[in-house]
Each structure stands twice: as structure tokens, then as C-alpha cells.
């Protein structure tokens, strides 16, 4: 069986970075897109989770507002509330994370969420660069 989506659309807030107990990075953020069909639009919305590097990835340069193209799987994430209720929610586990749509303005840092790294910290010849 194959589970594979991959969707581009536009943030709806600032992506959440958090680590787990042990450690782990992972990043929490919401892609919304809109799909047109005569006079209707129907708008989507997907929670989508990126972890370890790929998570610190959409934190640090990604903002609200901002196009992503995101690549991934879906699972269904279950758990009981406080009320003793099931629950479950669809996400997107995220394994891959793009660039896309045209910059915010000129400057190399409009990527950049706020507190985020400058890209004045890597050499020209780094091949570590983060794209």
C-alpha cells in the first residue's frame, strides 16, 4: 500500500517547535490551501508534524503567511481527552519540507522566522547550508 501526499499551500501560523522527553525535535504547524470549483471554494486545512532536522528546518525559516510545499504521510493520531472521550485527528507526518512561491521582499532574511539564525553564519563553500 503506498501513503504518500504531498500539498502546497500557506501557513496559517508560525510553526511550534518543541522536543520530546527524551529530546527529540519536533515541529507543529498548520497548511492551508483552497480549491475552486466554478463560484464555490472549499478550504482545506491539514495539521502537519516535521521531526528531528526536518522539523528544525520549517521553524527556523518559515513564518505565518508564508508558501511551503510539504511531503509526507498521513496518519491518524488517536488519544482520550480529559472528559475519558476518544479522540483522533488526521496529520501529516512530514519528511520533506520546500521553498516555494515568490520571496516576502528582496532581503535573503525575509525566510528567516523571527529569532532564527542568520544565513550570514555559513560560508559560501559550507555544504551544510540548509537547502
Keep these: 500500500m503506498v501513503n504518500k501526499a504531498i500539498l502546497q ?3 496559517t501560523h508560525n510553526p511550534e517547535l518543541r522536543h520530546t522527553q527524551s529530546g527529540i525535535p519536533v515541529c507543529s504547524f498548520t497548511v492551508a490551501w483552497s480549491e475552486k470549483y466554478k463560484e464555490t471554494e472549499n478550504l ?3 495539521d502537519c508534524a516535521a521531526w528531528r532536522s526536518t522539523g528544525e528546518f520549517v521553524s527556523k525559516y518559515f513564518i505565518k503567511g508564508q508558501e511551503i510545499a510539504v511531503e509526507g504521510k498521513l496518519v491518524t493520531r488517536k488519544w482520550v481527552d ?3 472521550t ?3 485527528k488526521l496529520e501529516l507526518v512530514v519528511e520533506k519540507a520546500h521553498f516555494c512561491g515568490p520571496k516576502p521582499d528582496n532581503s535573503p532574511d525575509s525566510y528567516r522566522a523571527p529569532n532564527a539564525g542568520s544565513f ?3 560560508d559560501e ?5 540548509p537547502f
Excluded at 563553500?125 to 547550508?129: K, Q, V
Aim: hydrophobic share 20%; glycine share 10%; net charge negative.
Design 120 to 122: 550570514e553564519e555559513y
Design 82 to 84: 480529559n472528559d475519558g
Design 44 to 46: 482545506c486545512f491539514l
Design 9 to 11: 499551500g500557506r501557513l
Design 125 to 129: 563553500d559550507d555544504e551544510n547550508l
Design 86 to 88: 476518544n479522540r483522533s
